[in-house]
């Protein structure tokens, strides 16, 4: 059974570009969520998607976006990249239909921007 | 009021020690206290967690304590391994929300043989 994946593992981008992630949720989850964890410091919560609709938000710009397909999975967009914007980039997912509080974690998607 | 505090920033432990690392929160909605364990290179795991009806929940060498009228909560890792080497957070989150995790700033806990 394969858990969250995410692609690409790595990514380097220079300032204003734009970038696209993509996640894979875990078989039988219907909920992903995205986090941006930067170097030391704990993952922060940028939103959820749910039934193809962004469900919650955390305090990021407008400049994060994202989209979920039928399939569930998901892409995280980020326009007019910042220095501040590298960082490691999660994917999370769980089961909401059933009702599990259990939160699943990829492995995430190294951003550098220069 | 959506922070969760954590301590110690690192820690070094001994092979066979108790590994003890503590949170604290002030939203008193939160109702799920997940920790996480993460490795260099990989996404953090759920490792055990506990709701604040529980004061203390123990699966095999970790056990966390939950104090709710001080709220806070502890991870305690008894006959810590080399293997447990990581970073760990605690985190918290609403039933309303569990997709949205407040995460401490994490501990890195170094076991040494």
């Known amino acids: 059974d394969a858990g969250v994946t995410q692609s690409p593992t790595h990514l380097i981008k220079t300032r204003g570009q734009q970038v696209t992630l993509r996640c894979s949720p875990k078989?039988?989850?219907?909920?992903v969520s995205w986090y941006q964890q930067a170097l030391g410091q704990g993952p922060q919560f940028i939103f959820q998607y749910y039934e193809e609709e962004e469900r919650q938000r955390g305090n990021f710009p407008d400049r994060f976006s994202g989209h979920q397909f039928p399939n569930y999975s998901s892409e995280l967009n980020v326009n007019a990249l910042l220095l501040g914007d590298s960082a490691l980039y999660l994917c999370?997912?769980?089961?909401?239909?059933?009702?599990?509080?259990?939160?699943?974690f990829g492995s995430g998607t190294q951003l550098s921007v220069l | 009021q959506q922070q969760v505090k954590q301590s110690p920033q690192s820690l070094i432990v001994q092979k066979g020690g108790i590994s003890i690392i503590n949170c604290a929160y002030e939203?008193?909605?939160?109702?799920?206290f997940p920790w996480y364990q993460q490795f260099p290179g990989k996404g953090p795991a759920l490792l055990i967690a506990i709701r604040p009806d529980v004061s203390e929940k123990k699966e095999g060498r970790f056990t966390i304590s939950f104090n709710k009228s001080a709220k806070q909560f502890s991870l305690h890792i008894m006959d810590s391994q080399p293997g447990d080497s990581a970073t760990y957070f605690c985190?918290?989150?609403?039933?309303?929300?569990?997709?949205?995790?407040?995460f401490g700033p994490g501990t890195s806990l170094s076991v040494i043989p």
């Open positions: 985190a918290a989150s609403v039933e309303t929300s569990y997709d949205k995790v407040i």
């Open positions: 939203n008193t909605a939160f109702d799920y």
């Open positions: 078989s039988g989850h219907d909920t």
């Open positions: 999370a997912s769980r089961s909401l239909w059933g009702a599990d509080e259990k939160l699943f």
